[in-house]
């Protein structure tokens, strides 16, 4: 979802004429730091023996490297997201995921260790996997959504100027 939250800033600001070499312009303050959480993100669930670790390392590695770069518009709302999900993730063990929202979305959910059913015992069950997007069919959470409207408010921002 951030990728492609991020495609459409870029695109939103070249349509509404914005100049794309804007984005040479952009410094991220200890990328290698944000480049090395996504990647432990996204190889986490397929880890077996320390998923939740590396997925919640991979959450405070991005809020350091968000605290390092608030100047930069959109980066607020992404360290929002991402300490709404580190919160709900941190307290229940992993990302709960509403199944009726699941079956709403079309999808067959996500399948790895770190997702599984909300349940009435669930902590912040507002935060988890709880909202529907059927065009895509997946389901998101309310950090999902704060961070991909930062991930496009940042290019945007920038490509306009």
Do not use: C, E, Q
């Amino acid at each position: 979802m951030l990728i492609s939250a991020i495609v459409a800033g870029v695109g939103a600001g070249v349509v509404l004429g914005g100049d794309l070499r804007r984005l040479g312009t952009l410094a991220v303050r200890w990328w290698p730091l944000l480049a090395a959480a996504i990647l432990v993100r996204l190889a986490g669930p397929f880890v077996p023996f320390a998923p939740l670790p590396l997925y919640l390392g991979s959450f405070a590695a991005i809020l350091v490297v968000v605290a390092g770069n608030l100047r930069l518009p959109g980066v607020p709302l992404i360290g929002v997201g991402a300490a709404l999900n580190l919160a709900v993730v941190s307290l229940n063990g992993g990302m709960p995921v509403d199944l009726a929202a699941v079956a709403a979305a079309g999808s067959s959910g996500p399948h790895d260790p770190l997702h599984f059913a909300l349940t009435a015992d669930t902590r912040l069950p507002w935060l988890a996997d709880v909202i529907p997007l059927g065009i895509v069919r997946n389901v998101y959470s309310v950090g999902d959504l704060v961070i991909a409207a930062g991930g496009f408010w940042l290019p945007f921002a920038r490509v306009r100027g």
